[in-house]
T-cell receptor, first 114, second 117 residues
């Protein structure tokens, strides 16, 4: 059974801190890893990673994938209160017969306090 | 605003009621999904429709019945639910069922918060 584990489950930091969120996975027929930010209800897409060692960057957020060690990290530098959210990691894998399955982790709840 | 609209946003129903959740997208996407999000659990995929055809049904109880009349609309019909079915039900869409490159990411709706009494 495919498994995605995120750590920590929750994190409280002060504005300006840098945080690193972790996502490890065990899946068969890995295709891609995705990060989402869920503030209130609707998760919004952050990054899709398919290749090892290539950093994806968007403003203060960056992410990298290690397909050998089966994990990804999401970094947020100079955190702001608006970064407070649940960060979801999901792994896409082939599930046979041309179909694909997306398995989500439980998420990391980040709280940034002023 | 992600382009995926869900109604109602909140729903309270008894175990003997029949209700429906509605999802609408005008993004020109070909695949639509229902996910269940319970407290302290990962998002669970329930159903996937690709070009109006159901392609995934992840062992969901028959008291949940999806319907996809066209590529822009997706329904989840609910009947004789249990209290443990209380959760946030998220609809999502993507350009293709297969998450192909940057265009394949999921766009989620705001969700329908369901409470079963």
């Amino acid at each position: 059974e495919d498994k995605v584990v995120q750590s920590p489950l929750s994190l409280v930091v002060h504005e300006g801190d840098t945080v690193t969120l972790n996502c490890s996975y065990e899946v068969t027929n890995f295709r891609s890893l995705l990060w989402y930010k869920q503030e209130k209800k609707a998760p919004t897409f952050l990054f899709m990673l398919t290749s090892s060692g290539i950093e994806k960057k968007s403003g203060r957020l960056s992410s990298i994938l290690d397909k050998k060690e089966l994990f990804s990290i999401l970094n947020i530098t100079a955190t702001q209160t608006g970064d407070s959210a649940v960060y979801l990691c999901a792994v896409e894998a082939h599930s046979g017969a041309g179909s694909y399955q997306l398995t989500f982790g439980k998420g990391t709840k980040l709280s940034v306090i002023p | 605003e992600t382009g995926v609209t869900q109604t109602p946003r909140h729903l309270v129903m008894g175990m003997t009621n029949k209700k429906s959740l509605k999802c609408e997208q005008h993004l020109g996407h070909n695949a639509m999904y229902w996910y269940k999000q319970s407290a302290k659990k990962p998002l669970e995929l329930m159903f996937v429709y690709s070009l109006e055809e159901r392609v995934e049904n992840n062992s969901v109880p028959s008291r949940f019945s999806p319907e996809c009349p066209n590529s822009s609309h997706l329904f989840l019909h609910l009947h004789t639910l249990q209290p443990e079915d209380s959760a946030l039900y998220l609809c999502a869409s993507s350009l293709f069922h297969r998450l192909a490159g940057e265009e394949g990411e999921l766009f989620f709706g705001e969700g329908s918060r369901l409470t079963v009494l």
